[in-house]
């Protein structure tokens, strides 16, 4: 009822847009609700515009506008100035209960100038640099986008009477940004604001799962749908280790591959936990496209169908029925992971711009051709190598697509003027587009955007590649994404792009790669590598790294590929039934 919406709901977007319309809604369910339409409650200090992620405001902590009995301590004794705090903060309490209760317009708005004056009071009683006291005046502290004030608009959700001091219930649908969009913008604007789960390559949700960790009581329960690419990519390590840590996850519904929102690629799921002790027994349940009619009534479903997963870690978050746990169980425990081998790992090269550096064997000709003598012909060929992309990487071999790489690595310190046929071929491009600036120029009239900035030079490839010489030996290579798994050696001298990536093993190339393309290998991967919105494989490093290969077996690629699968199957001590069910799920 509309008494209980003023008492109860609370929200925050830094969008007035958005806001604007979770009032309308609000209203909009009251009057339908109603058979005798009663005045509509006050939710302009309910329902408010703000950035919910902070509460500070150039270095400085705007919570501390809420006068709490922590902050007498935190100053070793109570003085008048924390009187004139205390009292100033409850005159803001006593005008928003005012205001709340107010139907004339005139009066409440004279309210909404009180509430503003007594504030901008608590802020000059707060002592600040008057630089930052100026700036502050500037913004209205009610409707903005750069901070919200949780204590002083919430202060009696932070001051509660049961001693439950926060919300009991926090519910939302983040936004899904990755930080690092924009030139990190997003990155730079929270990388201050002591997040515990904050990685610059991460993504902005994971950010509002921790705020409202902040904001509930204890005991309180969080429940957000948001993208599911948390459960295991790296970026999402914090996160998880964080959940493990400081909650108690109740529910995770996986809606893997199945389409929640019209407008939104990205799988989702659906988390809930308590914040309290966290006590191992999280119900989970994946929703496919097999089982998509278990949306029309997800309760039951998920009750009929879930199972018990103990999420103790930092580790992948990965739903699994008991067949499952029991194969993940042998796995790691029989095997090493990789990133314990005496093995290397590296992704390809990244040139920053492929148009310029990767050349077709009629371009790489022609180079030849115009050098001047024998030996800028011999250096040129030398240095212009075979390379290979992620989509020419095939099971147990590769197709070469007759493409070459300029391979001008920073960490070679090369000379460009001992190249005048390579140099003459890039500059084709323009140097502007080839300098490593970040600079925009107008050329011709068309904008030119420089490669991102670094300390290389114009003529160099992006990364350095200093692990430049793993390119002359052999090598496991894979691609990066796509819906089936590649994994092949490549000989010596023989170059990849990034984001494929390779393992320089040595001895162990052929070991390595008969379990990588293996069923458990592949059964391994699909359950712990991210997906794209599409349903291909993003096969990273870090989620390689984390597959357990036994030592010291004897396996070669050598034997059929049947062979191979029944000797890695028995090497892991799999019954029939946990056979047939990795057979079933690849």
Request: aromatic share 12%.
């Amino acid at each position: 009822t509309d008494v209980n919406i003023p008492n109860n709901i609370y929200g925050v977007d830094i969008e007035k847009g958005a806001v604007d319309i979770a009032r309308l809604r609000f209203w909009l369910s009251i009057v339908v609700d109603e058979e005798t339409p009663s005045p509509l409650p006050n939710l302009d200090y309910k329902i408010m515009q703000g950035n919910s992620l902070i509460e500070s405001f150039m270095g400085v902590d705007l919570s501390k506008l809420t006068y709490e009995k922590g902050h007498k301590k935190d100053k070793g004794e109570i003085t008048l100035f924390d009187d004139e705090k205390n009292r100033l903060q409850k005159r803001v309490f006593q005008l928003l209960k005012a205001y709340y209760s107010c139907s004339d317009h005139d009066r409440k708005v004279k309210l909404q100038q009180e509430i503003s004056d007594t504030i901008n009071k608590q802020l000059e009683a707060q002592a600040y640099d008057p630089v930052i006291l100026e700036q502050l005046k500037k913004i209205n502290l009610a409707e903005n986008n750069k901070f919200f004030l949780w204590h002083t608009w919430f202060s009696d959700v932070f001051n509660r009477n049961d001693d439950k001091n926060g919300f009991d219930i926090v519910i939302g649908n983040p936004p899904y940004i990755q930080l690092q969009n924009n030139g990190g913008e997003l990155a730079k604007l929270y990388e201050d604001c002591r997040f515990q789960t904050f990685a610059k390559t991460g993504d902005i949700y994971c950010l509002f799962y921790e705020k409202g960790w902040q904001l509930l009581c204890q005991q309180g329960h969080l429940c957000f749908i948001t993208s599911n690419k948390w459960m295991r990519a790296g970026y999402g390590e914090k996160m998880r280790g964080f959940f493990a840590k400081h909650t108690n996850p109740k529910y995770l519904i996986d809606f893997a591959g199945v389409k929640i929102f019209d407008n939104a690629t990205v799988d989702t799921n659906i988390l809930i936990f308590g914040k309290g002790k966290n006590e191992y027994q999280t119900r989970c349940a994946v929703t496919d496209k097999l089982n998509k009619d278990s949306l029309k009534n997800l309760s039951d479903f998920v009750q009929q169908q879930h199972t018990i997963c103990n999420f103790s870690n930092e580790g992948s978050w990965v739903i699994l029925s008991p067949i499952e746990q029991s194969i993940k169980q042998k796995i790691e425990s029989v095997g090493t992971p990789l990133k314990d081998w005496d093995i290397k790992i590296y992704r390809g090269v990244l040139t920053g711009y492929n148009d310029a550096f990767i050349i077709s064997t009629e371009k790489r000709d022609e180079i030849l051709a115009n050098c001047q003598t024998e030996d800028e012909r011999l250096r040129t060929a030398e240095l212009i190598r075979p390379i290979l992309r992620g989509r020419d990487i095939k099971r147990y071999g590769y197709d070469w697509a007759n493409l070459w790489l300029i391979a001008t690595f920073p960490s070679r310190h090369y000379n460009i003027e001992e190249f005048p046929a390579v140099k003459a071929h890039l500059l084709s491009f323009g140097k502007e587009r080839l300098e490593q600036t970040g600079k925009k120029y107008i050329i011709n009239g068309e904008e030119i955007k420089a490669r991102k900035k670094t300390s290389n030079k114009w003529f160099e490839t992006q990364d350095s590649i200093s692990y430049w010489d793993l390119f002359f030996q052999p090598k496991i290579c894979w691609k990066a994404v796509g819906r089936n798994l590649a994994f092949s050696i490549v000989e010596s001298g023989t170059f990849l792009t990034a984001p494929a990536s390779f393992i320089s093993a040595g001895i162990y190339n052929e070991y390595i790669l008969a379990f990588l393309c293996s069923n458990v290998g592949t059964y391994f991967i699909y359950k712990n590598s991210d997906t794209t919105g599409a349903g291909d494989i993003m096969l990273n490093i870090q989620s390689l790294i984390k597959f357990p290969i036994p030592l010291n077996q004897t396996i070669s690629i050598g034997e059929s590929i049947n062979v191979v699968n029944q000797s890695i199957y028995q090497a892991y001590g799999f019954t029939s039934d946990e056979i047939s069910y990795i057979e079933s799920s690849i």
